[in-house]
């Protein structure tokens, strides 16, 4: 298994140009989410998703978009980038359920965004 | 807004020695869990500890939990020079968006 895949890597954009993070897992993971990494701010949770068809605000949802069609994918809009979004984002999936062992999360490799 | 604190913000040690970092949450949470951050990579999970559980063991970890005191601990024993990294700890009060990251302790160990 690949597990989670992001892509780009890396990505640099200007000022009001938006983009598609991609994110896919082939663990067939019901949880997906998407986090942005701030030095000294931890991780910081932006959307997450439940299942197909269903997703959600997390902490920092403004200036982002989401829309899950399948349980593998789960892609993050940026509509106009703004420097304000540069950062390093992850995305993560885990299994549904209650069971506390369903916690635990599989993150991507990341992707470093700077938005100029 | 941040749940966890960890503490120290930065460690370095040398190979051999044992880690010892804190994690402090305010809220009350069902679990806690531990990740490792090696450098420009994403989290890897390494434990997790159920608010029931005072002590949990994995290999070179040990972690605890303080529910009263509302921290834990992330002992890793032994060190060796691939230990270096980041770890942070994450804890979970119900519902998914009710995850929260510390913001990370930083682990050198030196060969």
């Known amino acids: 298994n690949a597990g989670v895949t992001q892509t780009p890597k890396f990505q640099v954009l200007k000022t009001g140009q938006s983009m598609t993070l991609q994110c896919a897992q082939d663990?067939?993971?019901?949880?997906m989410s998407w986090y942005r990494q701030d030095p000294g701010m931890g991780l910081r949770l932006i959307h997450y998703?439940?299942?197909?068809?269903?997703?959600d605000q997390g902490e920092v949802p403004n200036g982002y978009n989401v829309s899950r069609s399948t349980t593998e994918d789960f892609p993050l809009r940026l509509l106009s980038a703004a420097p304000s979004q540069t950062s390093v984002y992850f995305c993560?999936?885990?299994?549904?359920?209650?069971?506390?062992?369903?916690?635990?999360?599989?993150f991507g490799p990341g992707t470093r965004l700077t938005v100029l | 807004s941040q749940q966890g604190e960890e503490d120290p913000q930065a460690l370095s040690i040398q190979e051999g020695e044992n880690a010892t970092m804190n994690c402090s949450y305010k809220?009350?949470?069902?679990?806690l869990q531990w990740y490792r951050q090696n450098s420009g990579r994403g989290l890897v999970h390494l434990i997790l500890?159920?608010?029931?559980?005072r002590e949990k063991h994995s290999g070179r970890l040990r972690v605890t939990l303080d529910t009263s005191k509302k921290s834990s601990s992330l002992l890793i024993t032994a060190s060796r020079a691939a230990d270096t990294a980041s770890y942070f700890c994450?804890?979970?009060?119900?519902?998914?968006?009710?995850?929260?990251f510390g913001t990370g302790t930083k682990l050198q160990v030196i060969p």
């Open positions: 500890i159920r608010s029931n559980e």
């Open positions: 998703s439940v299942g197909a068809g269903i997703t």
């Open positions: 993560a999936s885990r299994r549904s359920g209650t069971e506390s062992s369903y916690n635990e999360q599989f």
């Open positions: 994450a804890t979970w009060a119900g519902g998914y968006q009710k995850v929260t």
């Open positions: 663990m067939n993971h019901e949880y």
């Open positions: 809220t009350s949470i069902n679990n």
